[in-house]
Structures are given as structure tokens and as C-alpha cells.
């Protein structure tokens, strides 16, 4: 039926109802997130839209700045869960945008069969296709270029406590970081795993990962390199294989010194060459991933002055993130990296 009506005119009105229709669905899909978030008991802590940002900040005021967002996120609705999980309410959380999205396909389409105006109703039907296909490409579990989207996300928080229980700290410590409290205020055990955890699960990967900073904060350098060590063999998503290797290659070229460390980071660097996720994250202007590249500047290409200029450059991009706790953390790491330069500098000849 649909077939008969195709002409220029409406093939035109199609695409674009299409291109329209895929900015609209990325704001009715994080609206979703936000309204199933509420719906679960969760609380708003921020809305992103490519690189701007909705956030409370530290008078609890929300707020709209553009900030220093990772490029690879087109849109997140980050939100505070409620202390006990065991009911699934991160179910419908994650699922609400597609859910969003099916619905407004739904709407669109239907439109097409009710409206009589040909330009309209084809209009209508480019929406109703952008909204159906991101809302399958969402709900249907796979890594959406290097991060999982909310489908996989369910799937994989479903598999074990220890993964629940590590989706629960990823939105929590943002939520706590953003209110001002520092990776550090959390106690010892606030980060452990089982012994029979599942490493190559990404939540259970980011609650070490998040042991492995409280540790680098604290100092401890050599306990929190072992801890990313032990996510080194895990088979992980693309972006958080690229996180546990920046994080190994900077303890490497900052927090130890000697020249075994240098080569282990040399070589880190020649494997991630041909990595198009790992590349992609380094050409993000994100102050953490800066700090790498800093590093990698000043100890691997012994030009210490572009790695003091890049490191002011993420001290300006920091105070951006508007996460307090986020940004006390990369401040910690860019005291570290720039005196470890300047020592470099004052031993070269």
C-alpha cells in the first residue's frame, strides 16, 4: 500500500522526516530513561545531549552548561538508585528509552494511516522509522560501537548480585561524586568483590576499577595497579578494555618509575595502535583521557613542555565536568602527572 505512494515529493519528506526524527528520538529516548528512572524511586543527577548538560550542582540548582562530555555519548540520563535493587527497578530504568522510542514509532506510525495530507503523513513515517529503528537498537542487548547499550545492560546486571550490586555503585558514586564526596570517604570494603566473580562482566569490572582509584588516591599505587591487572585477561567491552589499559599505562609512566615500567607501557601503547576504540577515546577532549596522553607526551616522547601544556589544558577542562568528586579525582592525577614532568625536565641535560 505504502509502496504506491512513493513519488519525489514524498520521498523527499521521508528523508526528511528521517534526519528530524533521529534528533527527536534521542530526546524522547532520554526522556524515557529520565520518567521510567523517576517511576523506579531514582533521582535526577544529570541530562546530556551531545556536549550539553543539564546538572544539579552544588547548591542542588539545575543548571545548563556545555561541558568536556565523552564524544562516543550522544545523550545519557544519569539518576541516584534507591538503596536495595533486589526488586529489578534498573530494569525499567535502563529499558525506558527504547521503550520511548517504541512508543513514539508506534504514535507515528499509526499517523500515517489516520492523516490525509501525502507531505504529513510521509513526514511522520521517516519519524516513525528513526524512533523504531533506535528503539531496537537499544533493547536488543549488543556493544553499540565500544559501550553496551541498555539491553546488554540488562543482560548482563541480570547474570549475578555482583553485577546488580556493581550497576548499583556505578550510578551511585556518580550521583555521590556530583554532590561532592570524594572516592576516598568510601570505606574499605565498599568496593569488593566475591572471589566467584564474573571479571569479564562490565559491572563487576568497574566496581574493581573503582577500588583500583580509592587505592590510587590513597596512594597505594602498587595494590591498585594489581587490581587492574586482574581485569588485564578479561574479555570486556571495547571502552573498558581502553579503560583498564590507560589506567595500567599511566601507573606505569607516573606512579612507578624505572625503566622495566616504561617499556611495559611502551609496549601497552604499540598493542592499542591498530585499536580503533582505544584511538577513538584518545582523540576525546575529556581531561582523564588528556592525562594519558600528557603522560605519554612527556615520558615516552620526551617533549615535556607539550605535556605541561596539555596538562593545563585538562586543568581548565576539569572544572567543567560539574562533579566535584570527578573532578577532585582528576586533579589528583594532574598534580601527580605534573610533578612526575617537571622532575623529568630538571633530569634531562
Known amino acids: ?47 546530556r545531549l551531545m556536549n550539553w548538560l543539564w546538572a544539579r550542582n552544588k547548591d542542588s540548582k539545575i543548571i545548563l552548561i556545555k561541558d568536556a562530555g565523552l564524544g562516543i555519548i550522544s545523550g545519557q540520563c544519569l539518576m541516584e538508585p534507591v538503596e536495595d535493587e533486589g526488586d529489578f527497578r534498573f530494569v525499567l530504568y535502563n529499558l525506558g528509552g527504547g521503550l520511548a522510542n517504541l512508543l513514539a514509532s508506534a504514535a ?25 529503528l533506535l528503539g531496537a537498537m537499544n533493547l536488543v542487548p549488543r556493544t553499540a560501537g565500544a559501550i553496551p547499550n541498555d539491553g546488554k545492560n540488562v543482560k548482563e546486571a541480570l547474570k549475578s548480585s555482583d553485577a546488580r550490586h556493581g550497576f548499583y555503585l556505578m550510578l551511585k558514586t556518580n550521583a555521590d561524586l556530583s554532590k561532592g564526596k570524594f572516592i576516598t570517604d568510601y570505606g ?24 583500583s582509584q580509592q587505592l590510587e588516591e590513597q596512594g597505594a599505587y602498587e595494590h591498585s595497579y594489581q587490581e587492574l591487572l586482574r581485569l588485564d585477561a578479561a574479555k570486556l567491552p571495547p571502552y573498558y578494555r581502553s579503560l583498564v589499559a590507560l589506567g595500567l599505562i599511566f601507573h606505569e609512566l607516573i606512579h612507578f618509575e624505572g625503566e622495566t615500567f ?56 576539569a572544572s567543567s565536568l560539574q562533579n566535584p568528586g570527578q573532578e577532585h579525582s582528576i586533579t589528583l592525577m594532574l598534580d601527580r602527572l605534573e610533578s612526575r614532568l617537571k622532575a623529568v625536565k630538571e633530569q634531562t641535560p
Open 1 to 47: 500500500m505504502i509502496i504506491g505512494y512513493w513519488n519525489g515529493g514524498t520521498i523527499t519528506v521521508y528523508v526528511i522526516g528521517l534526519i528530524v526524527g533521529i534528533f527527536i528520538s534521542l530526546v524522547l529516548h532520554e526522556l524515557g530513561h529520565l520518567v521510567c528512572g523517576r517511576l523506579s524511586g531514582y533521582k535526577f543527577v544529570s541530562f
Open 262 to 317: 616504561v617499556q611495559l607501557a611502551r609496549v601497552r601503547i604499540e598493542e592499542k595502535e591498530k585499536d580503533r576504540s582505544f584511538q577513538k577515546i584518545l582523540a576525546i577532549k575529556h581531561p582523564a583521557f588528556l592525562s594519558y596522553v600528557a603522560a605519554k607526551n612527556g615520558i615516552l616522547d620526551g617533549d615535556e613542555e607539550k605535556a605541561l601544556e596539555i596538562v593545563a589544558q585538562a586543568r581548565k577542562l
Open 108 to 132: 507515528f506510525l499509526v499517523s500515517f494511516f489516520i492523516i490525509y495530507d501525502e507531505f504529513v503523513r510521509f513526514f511522520l513515517f521517516g519519524m516513525g522509522v528513526s524512533a523504531l
Open 188 to 211: 574499605e570494603d565498599a568496593f569488593s568483590v566475591s572471589e566467584s566473580a564474573d571479571l569479564g562482566n562490565f559491572f563487576v569490572a568497574n566496581t574493581v576499577m573503582l577500588r
